[in-house]
């Protein structure tokens, strides 16, 4: 589908155009092209009002532009969301305690369902058993231009069983293998395993997922008679 907007630059417009490509950026195959439409500014005479070289520049201004790189921040589809939360496996994890927020990156494990993390007792564990609502944000960044996000907020629980432990520690490490030396040296005590290491399950209350979608915009300018508009496009 193509879709041809027109603007002539005014707040009311532009913010049609923004309209326009949130309903369109979930469109698959979807080219959108904007039009500006801009009467060139005639030279007045000096001093009554702005000078030639203002006019100059106003004039080939929409040249200038040609090549821009717009940035329009768009939701993302449920298979796009896990997607994301399957390859990254880490993130930055946020709980809270007494008004207080406390923010730490994490690796982390998802089975579609659930959230799994693993840590020791400390500041994590004591915060989250005195309030289980945490934040999970994943993000996947290539660049400024081009990036992904997904806010999961959710209840932690800590797993009891041992049978459901070992397969959330065994998801955890399929995730990300190398965090294998670490357990391995922290578990060498019985002890240390049984009475130190925690592992949670964060069951989603709600996720949430936007990723960037870039808009190009070309300019040119149209003789018309005596006239030139700018076109962009």
């Given at each position: 589908?193509?879709?041809?907007?027109?603007?002539?630059?005014?707040?009311?417009?532009?913010?049609?155009?923004?309209?326009?490509?949130?309903?369109?950026?979930?469109?698959?195959?979807?080219?959108?092209?904007?039009?500006?439409?801009?009467?060139?500014?005639?030279?007045?005479?000096?001093?009554?009002?702005?000078?030639?070289?203002y006019v100059n520049e106003f004039n080939n201004g929409a040249l200038k532009r040609g090549g821009t790189i717009m940035i329009e921040v768009q939701e993302m589809s449920d298979i796009e969301i896990d997607d994301v939360l399957e390859r990254?496996?880490?993130?930055?994890?946020?709980?809270?305690?007494?008004?207080?927020?406390?923010?730490?990156?994490?690796?982390?494990?998802?089975?579609?369902s659930n959230i799994y993390i693993y840590t020791t007792d400390g500041m994590k564990s004591d915060i989250i058993n005195a309030n289980p609502q945490v934040c999970l944000q994943v993000e996947e960044v290539v660049d400024k231009t081009d990036?992904?996000?997904?806010?999961?907020?959710?209840?932690?629980?800590?797993?009891?069983?041992?049978?459901?432990?070992?397969?959330?520690?065994?998801?955890?490490?399929?995730?990300?293998?190398?965090?294998?030396?670490?357990?391995?040296?922290?578990?060498?005590?019985?002890?240390?395993?049984?009475?130190?290491?925690?592992?949670?399950?964060?069951?989603?209350?709600?996720?949430?997922?936007?990723?960037?979608?870039?808009?190009?915009?070309?300019?040119?300018?149209?003789?018309?008679?005596?006239?030139?508009?700018?076109?962009?496009?």
């Open positions: 589908m193509k879709v041809l907007l027109a603007t002539e630059g005014s707040e009311f417009s532009n913010a049609a155009i923004e309209k326009c490509c949130e309903l369109f950026a979930e469109s698959e195959n979807t080219e959108i092209r904007i039009i500006s439409a801009v009467e060139p500014m005639t030279c007045p005479v000096e001093p009554f009002a702005v000078s030639a070289d990254v496996g880490y993130g930055h994890f946020a709980c809270s305690r007494n008004d207080r927020p406390y923010v730490v990156p994490i690796n982390y494990a998802y089975d579609k990036w992904r996000s997904v806010v999961i907020n959710g209840e932690a629980e800590q797993i009891i069983d041992p049978n459901e432990r070992e397969a959330a520690l065994t998801l955890i490490l399929s995730t990300n293998p190398t965090l294998t030396p670490a357990i391995s040296i922290r578990w060498m005590d019985s002890w240390v395993r049984e009475n130190r290491e925690v592992v949670y399950r964060i069951k989603p209350l709600t996720i949430t997922g936007r990723s960037s979608a870039k808009v190009k915009i070309m300019a040119a300018v149209i003789p018309r008679g005596n006239k030139r508009t700018s076109q962009l496009f």
